[in-house]
């Protein structure tokens, strides 16, 4: 635990009144927010708020230590705000899924290493959700819904769910008019995660389900794209994987107004408090990942969110 956080959680739950509106200011659930006042309890041994269900109110060592915490912490950012013109220099890890960062992300890493000659960057490809504290990573592109965890995160565009097939297969087997006709054609299935056979077309949690027996299962995302190519089915993919496909007339997009929502596509870091080294990183990813089209995926009718978002995460999307 940390041992500012707890004084900066204590701080805020005195100025609030609330753990309800300390949690909602530090970006925490209040069952996190009561746990870690209690740590801080247990380790000064004396009770530092009284609580009851109506009112909440420091005790006396508790607005004792809250003074001179407030001291602390405002010696703490005078400290590491002297940091901010610190030499970006040192190792990077960096994680994002296998395809994107075959596609996009390595470029911007051979870019950033010649920009800044300093540091050094560990670039880990893989399709499942690292833990970013507990494997050291300290920054991580992740696609998909975010839910509540410690993370914090920086949106920089989105993309979508797609069905896709060769023009070869469309002709032979004709296109399918919507979900439900998916169960007459020969399916290409990704299977690089655990679950049922089956395709969503709407996020709510009675939407459109689509279950059918794969033709093809493959667990990695290039393979599906072949043998898509080749005729071989119909694949469902993410928009970015499938662009240059589409782009080329290899692939045709099919079922697009069955299409769900965009999915987010965010940089994610383990804290907001950011070594130079990696801020710079994150602030040139950032801007090379806003400008790319093939995150721009909601239509004119459906406008993206604020491309700037504090969150939590474990997304859904690999």
């Not at 909440?56 to 602390?72: C, F, I, V, Y």
């Not at 970006?88 to 899924?97: H, K, N």
């Not at 992740?142 to 410690?150: A, D, P, T």
């Not at 071989?232 to 782009?247: E, H, K």
């Amino acid at each position: 635990m940390d041992r500012l956080e707890e004084l900066a959680t204590l701080v805020t739950v005195i100025d609030e009144g609330s753990l309800v509106q300390a949690a909602r200011r530090l970006q925490r659930s209040p069952p996190a927010i009561t746990r870690m006042l209690a740590a801080l309890e247990q380790r000064c041994g004396v009770r530092l708020v009284e609580r009851t269900t109506r009112r909440l109110a420091p005790t006396e060592s508790g607005r004792a230590l809250a003074a001179r915490a407030r001291e602390l912490l405002a010696d703490y950012a005078v400290a590491t705000s002297d940091q901010a013109s610190a030499p970006v220099r040192g190792l990077i890890r960096v994680s994002a899924p296998v395809q994107f960062g075959r596609l996009h992300m390595s470029g911007i890493v051979s870019r950033f290493l010649d920009a800044y000659p300093d540091v050094r960057v560990d670039l880990q490809l893989n399709d499942r959700n690292v833990d970013l504290i507990d494997e050291g990573v300290d920054l991580a592109l992740r696609i998909g819904k975010l839910e509540i965890s410690g993370l914090m995160a920086r949106r920089v565009g989105s993309v979508r769910r797609v069905v896709v097939a060769s023009p070869q297969y469309l002709e032979r087997r004709g296109v399918p008019e919507g979900p439900a006709a998916l169960t007459r054609h020969d399916i290409i299935f990704g299977s690089s995660h655990a679950r049922p056979s089956e395709w969503r077309f709407d996020s709510r949690p009675r939407g459109r389900v689509v279950r059918f027996t794969p033709r093809l299962s493959v667990n990695e995302v290039e393979s599906q794209l072949i043998a898509a190519r080749a005729g071989r089915g119909i694949a469902r993919l993410l928009s970015y994987q499938v662009a240059r496909d589409i782009a080329s007339g290899t692939l045709q997009r099919i079922l697009e107004n069955f299409e769900g929502a965009p999915l987010p596509v965010q940089l994610v870091t383990p804290s907001p408090r950011l070594s130079p080294k990696v801020r710079a990183f994150l602030e040139t990813a950032a801007a090379e990942l806003e400008r790319l089209d093939v995150l721009h995926e909601a239509p004119a009718d459906r406008p993206v969110a604020d491309r700037r978002l504090r969150a939590r995460t474990r997304p859904r999307a690999p």
